[in-house]
């Protein structure tokens, strides 16, 4: 049983509010981010699947700023019915600060989105969206009647982003590749070539490169990947706490947003003055990206991680233009089920019998009819 002190000590962390009464002696598990109450589909995922594996348990999301993301977690660390969480954007890298122990795949990408509370009470930290990615990618959902790719072997690839999921996607899919090149594109060119300097420790074949030069890279790939947050529905939090939005932009493009502070947002006038002044860079944003999509060549695939909306304005592009697209629904639902079923929950599953193939595949199924 929770104690109203320990869920005040979890409020206090966060920005969105919990309800203590849909606590009770659940067992607790959930997703941290800046803002995953406003858009993450995982509780609704992973509640479903608790319902479905008899498991009782709650998961919550918690909105938390970067400042009080440590004292968060070491207050769920030290519930004993804490059984573990998923980290979202921004913390897949600051997280690890927190942590006891990094699995190998974690460490190996320096991003970590799952993490399990031990018997012995220690937090250890895993990493599922590469393999959940490449799942994705290979395997059909329930509802689905082919893969999206039937092959990865000889595929040259485009990455936009170098973050934390793009570190987790870029080290699976250099894996894949064999004979095929990862060209991984990024804002921040050194950020793009770190990423690239430690893949190519694993005798990988890829390539950084600046922004600028996406057009050129997105002609010459079979699939082209979006890790960025361009596209991501609703307003997003800076570092310096001012408030922007990046929905209506298209990875394919560069984009210079406008920022506005949480004062002026909260004023509808100042809130209509700021959107009419992104309108400009908006525009030069989806123009150089559509007129792009239509020269790229009709065989490659436009794949974005961004679940919310469910079309981006990259996967627009991709899709009038000619090209097959998917969004980040089943790289979610395979990553979740994963998560859940080798990590956060396997124990349970053990001790009931249930830790085998045919319980993975029906929580995969569970949690896409539940998106």
């Known amino acids: 049983m929770t104690s109203r002190k320990q869920i005040a000590a979890i409020q206090s962390c966060i920005t969105n509010q919990i309800d203590p009464s849909l606590i009770g002696d659940k067992a607790i598990a959930g997703i941290v981010g800046d803002a995953p ?65 990094i699995e190998a795949g974690a460490d190996r990408v320096q991003a970590v989105n799952t ?31 082919e893969s999206f790719m039937p092959s990865l072997a000889k595929t040259d690839a485009l990455l936009l982003g170098a973050g934390g999921s793009a570190r987790a996607v870029a080290f699976e899919l250099s894996d894949r590749l064999n004979e095929g090149r990862l060209v991984v594109a990024n804002r921040s060119l050194d950020h793009a070539m770190s990423l690239t300097s430690d893949i190519q420790k694993n005798d990988r074949q890829v390539k950084a490169i600046d922004e600028t030069e996406i057009g050129d890279w997105a002609r010459r790939v079979g699939l082209i990947v979006n890790s960025t947050t361009k596209g991501q529905g609703g307003i997003r939090k800076l570092p310096n706490g001012k408030l922007t939005t990046l929905e209506a932009y298209s990875a394919l493009a560069s984009a210079h947003p406008a920022s506005i502070s949480q004062a002026d947002f909260d004023d509808p006038q100042t809130r209509q003055d700021w959107l009419r002044a992104a309108q400009a860079d908006i525009d030069a944003n989806n123009q150089a990206s559509m ?27 991709g899709r009038v233009s000619g090209h097959l697209t998917k969004n980040g629904k089943s790289m979610i639902v395979c990553q979740a089920a994963i998560a859940l079923c080798r990590h956060v929950c396997k124990q349970h599953l053990i001790e009931s019998g249930k830790d085998d193939v045919a319980t993975y595949r029906a929580v995969c199924q569970v949690m896409s009819a539940n998106w």
């Open 115 to 145: 993490i399990v509370r031990t018997s012995s009470g220690k937090l250890v930290g895993y990493n599922t969206d590469g393999e959940g990615f490449i799942e994705s990618l290979l395997t059909p959902l329930p509802e689905q009647t």
């Open 291 to 317: 007129t792009l999509a239509q020269t790229i060549p009709q065989n490659v695939r436009f794949y974005d991680l961004i679940y919310h909306p469910e079309e981006t304005v990259f996967l627009r592009h």
């Open 37 to 101: 109450s406003f858009y993450s589909k995982s509780p609704a995922l992973w509640n479903a699947a608790f319902e479905y594996l008899g498991i009782n348990g709650i998961y919550l999301p918690f909105d938390v700023a970067e400042l009080r993301l440590g004292e968060l977690i070491g207050t769920l660390k030290g519930l004993d019915n804490f059984l573990g969480i998923n980290v979202t954007v921004p913390h897949k890298i600051t997280i690890m600060d927190f942590l006891d122990e």
